[in-house]
């Protein structure tokens, strides 16, 4: 599964509070039924079919009608995945995508010919509120084409704090310190220090895709050059993603059922203490809020350690943008951008705290997490406010291969060597990025 696989597969689990979710009985059909109606504008939202976030979807669309009695809107749905990527794209070339849709920021963004195919709203008076790097994954050099929706999320390791407060042990800020930490919960009993759930395999790349902020901050170019085909993964700084998915095993440090256990498993023996340590992104906490929410308060979570402390960053997913095709004209695209200033005024932004759990921090400064949210969120936004949060690689890179969880399960389970790994997910993205047509491969 690609980075950005992994992603969706884990909103649609976890119920995480970028809005990918829609109205399951629309069907996806264009904005041909918009126009004018009874004096009213109607507008059509595209939005994935995930069933997790349909209630925040509604409420939104719901809000917005109430503010707004002459715009009314209608919510279609598109598939999760290569699927819904693709209809995007047909809908867009065709000229038949609606008014707004909700889709990727970032490399996927990238891919729809922006300047061509979407409005710029780099003029609307939110832009100026958006975080400069959001901006960057909805925009080209040309404008800015998306605006948020939902929050940011990191991809670290969620940890039990009374485990560690009990232990006498420190959130770890290099490698070695963590599998110290690891090695002293081993020996006390008990508990397994890492947590790992290959049943569902997807889960078995945080360790990789966790670690690409530590690869940037030492190699702030790595990801055009990966894109050119100048770096890989079977040499440093990114080799250590899999050196440690090796290590963690090698040592003997996850919890015995690691083959077959899933992330709900995981995300069990994390809220009882019986797991210490476990590698994944940050809004699984709504998961464990629904499932676990007495233990909420005792999990928190920190970056994946690189080497030196100074390279130690988080890796942040940011959140989908909501964007006009320039297909929607006249009324209708006036309506169309007074959804999307809505979705992120301190009205909307209630209606998203409202309706599900944040995974991290909003990207807008018109957007505040509610006074409730756990805790393990502050740790999030540290790193954010320190200036130790860096984007994941696929919103710097088109570039991801099909089968990088097949590998890490391999690497893993002591399958195969590292070097090994590396090499094959080398060779895993050579057919994407030649059909994607990138110079250089």
């Given at each position: 599964?690609?980075?950005?696989s992994?992603?969706t ?9 970028v809005?990918i ?30 069933t ?8 939104l ?5 109430q ?6 809107v ?11 990527d693709?209809?995007?794209?047909t ?13 990727n920021?970032?490399s996927?963004?990238q891919?729809?010919n922006?300047?061509n195919?979407?409005v710029?709203?780099s003029?609307q008076?939110?832009?100026k509120?958006?975080d ?16 948020p ?14 485990v560690?407060?009990?232990?006498g ?5 290099t ?26 395999t997807w889960?078995s ?55 077959s256990?899933t ?51 988080l ?24 959804f ?26 018109t957007?505040?997490?509610?006074e ?27 570039i ?15 399958i195969s ?11 895993d ?13």
């Open positions: 599964m690609s980075a950005r992994l992603t597969r884990l909103l649609a689990i976890g119920g995480a509070t809005l979710g829609g109205l399951a009985a629309c069907s996806s059909g264009g904005s041909a039924d918009t126009g004018s109606n009874g004096g009213k504008v109607q507008i059509s939202y595209l939005v994935d079919n995930s997790a976030t349909a209630a925040t979807t509604k409420a669309v719901a809000a917005f009608e503010a707004n009695p002459d715009v009314t209608k919510v279609d749905t598109k598939p999760q995945g290569t699927d819904g693709n209809l995007v794209k809908q867009l070339s065709t000229g038949e995508m609606d008014d707004v849709f909700n889709y920021s970032g996927l963004f891919a729809l922006p300047d195919t979407l710029d709203l003029d008076s939110w832009a509120d958006v400069k790097q959001f901006k960057q994954v909805v925009s080209t050099d040309k404008g800015m084409y998306g605006a929706i939902g929050t940011s999320f990191g991809g670290g390791v969620m940890y039990n704090k009374k560690y407060a009990k232990l042990l420190s959130v770890p800020t490698w070695d310190e963590f599998i110290s930490n690891s090695e002293k919960i081993k020996a006390a009993g008990g508990i397994a220090p890492i947590i790992q759930t290959y049943g569902d889960t790349q945080l360790f990789i895709l966790g670690d690409f902020a530590n690869i940037t901050a030492q190699q702030a170019d790595w990801a055009t050059k990966y894109t050119a085909n100048k770096e890989s993964y079977a040499k440093q700084p990114a080799l250590a993603g899999f050196q440690h998915l090796a290590d963690v095993e090698g040592k003997g440090l996850l919890n015995q059922d690691y083959a256990a992330q709900a498993n995981g995300l069990k023996m994390l809220a009882d203490g019986t797991g210490a340590q476990y590698p994944m992104l940050t809004n699984a906490i709504s998961t464990l809020q629904q499932d676990s929410p007495d233990a909420v308060d005792d999990i928190g979570a920190f970056a994946l350690p690189a080497a030196d402390a100074s390279d130690t960053n890796t942040i997913w940011e959140p989908n943008g909501l964007y006009i095709p320039k297909t929607t004209t006249g009324d209708e695209l006036a309506a169309a951008k007074k999307i200033a809505f979705a992120n005024s301190s009205d909307g932004c209630k209606v998203q705290n409202d309706t599900g759990t944040p995974g991290g921090p909003y990207v807008i400064s957007c505040k997490l509610p409730s949210v756990p805790p393990m969120l502050g740790d999030v936004k540290q790193y954010i406010d320190d200036g130790k949060a860096k984007p994941a690689l696929e919103f710097l890179s088109p991801k291969g099909p089968n990088l969880e097949k590998i890490c399960v391999q690497v893993g389970s002591g060597t590292a070097a090994v790994g590396a090499k094959q997910y080398d060779q993205v050579v057919q994407q990025a030649q059909q994607l047509g990138i110079k250089g491969w």
